[in-house]
């Protein structure tokens, strides 16, 4: 297997869990300890959507995911048969294959026995893979963006920016304060965009003002709330934002936000943005 400076930064980091067809061994290894639940894993520049059991970092610090739901998203196959009270899977594509037993070190990846770490699990009905052994048998240029808490697999080959970014910890402690005072609401309609040059008239990721898009930008209509103006967004629903609310400066403008209209900056893929939607907003316009 080939283990080079990345499968050693990656060592201390990955491991996945496969959603299988429901099997119920008599025996089966006890819930693994999760350290923490707010990881997300990204293939290519889309973000990997869990229905149920979500990715979590265990006690050995290791990432671990729903195998099944990867090796979809990576458009592998995945096979599996019970073995007594463990499981065997097998993953493969057109040029690689992966095989392994849950319980067992060894693994064969294209016919050539190799022993690992630690062995897959097979827990509460899930099989638990390691994500570098993933990455490493297909060929599989991984990031770890540990600001965002990201696993980026670029199955293509490329380096991707996260299609997601966590709210900066000032944003989020802002949006826990109580609302300061403000000169007027209105009710609006929200949409999102992104940096995308397509939906920045080619200009590329800055405002009308010349200022990066960040977390924080608005478009708006200046005849309805001038640029500069300082607001707080509340009523949406989309996780991508502070629950309680969105501090955000109105610095940039649209073709299309006319009247009673705010576009909010998402520092995400166009793909994830439009899960957003068009939703009514209140924008409580703030005190200088």
């Not at 006890?30 to 639940?37: I, K, N």
């Not at 000169?183 to 990066?212: L, R």
């Not at 940039?252 to 995400?268: H, M, W």
Request: charged share 20%; net charge neutral; glycine share 8%.
């Amino acid at each position: 297997m080939k283990f080079g400076l990345k499968s050693v930064l990656l060592a201390c980091l990955f491991t996945l869990p496969a959603i299988l067809p429901v099997y119920t061994p008599a025996a089966y290894a006890d819930e693994p300890v999760r350290l923490a639940e707010d990881v997300k894993v990204q293939v290519n520049d889309k973000l990997v959507q869990f229905p149920d059991a979500q990715p979590f970092v265990d006690e050995n610090h290791k990432l671990q995911v729903p195998a099944r739901v990867v090796a979809d998203k990576l458009g592998y196959q995945l096979n599996w048969e019970p073995a007594g009270s463990e499981i065997k899977i097998t993953i493969k594509d057109d040029k690689n294959s992966l095989s392994l037993q849950t319980g067992n070190k060894s693994v064969t990846v294209n016919g050539q026995r190799e022993q690992l770490e630690s062995a897959a699990e097979f827990v509460d009905g899930r099989v638990y893979v390691p994500v570098r052994l993933i990455s490493d048998s297909f060929d599989i240029q991984t990031q770890w963006d540990n600001q965002n808490r990201i696993a980026i697999l670029g199955a293509d080959g490329n380096y991707h920016a996260p299609a997601w970014y966590r709210p900066s910890a000032a944003v989020q402690t802002a949006s826990k304060a109580p609302a300061p005072a403000y000169s007027k609401m209105i009710e609006v309609k929200a949409t999102a965009y992104t940096a995308s040059p397509a939906e920045n008239g080619g200009y590329g990721p800055v405002d009308y003002m010349g200022n990066p898009l960040k977390l924080g930008t608005i478009a708006v209509d200046p005849s309805v709330i001038p640029l500069g103006s300082k607001v707080l967004i509340k009523g949406y629903s989309y996780k991508g934002l502070p629950a309680d609310g969105l501090y955000a400066t109105a610095t940039d403008t649209g073709g299309a936000i006319k009247g009673n209209r705010v576009d909010i900056f998402l520092p995400e893929s166009r793909a994830q943005a439009k899960l957003f939607g068009m939703q009514n907003v209140q924008v409580y316009v703030l005190n200088p």
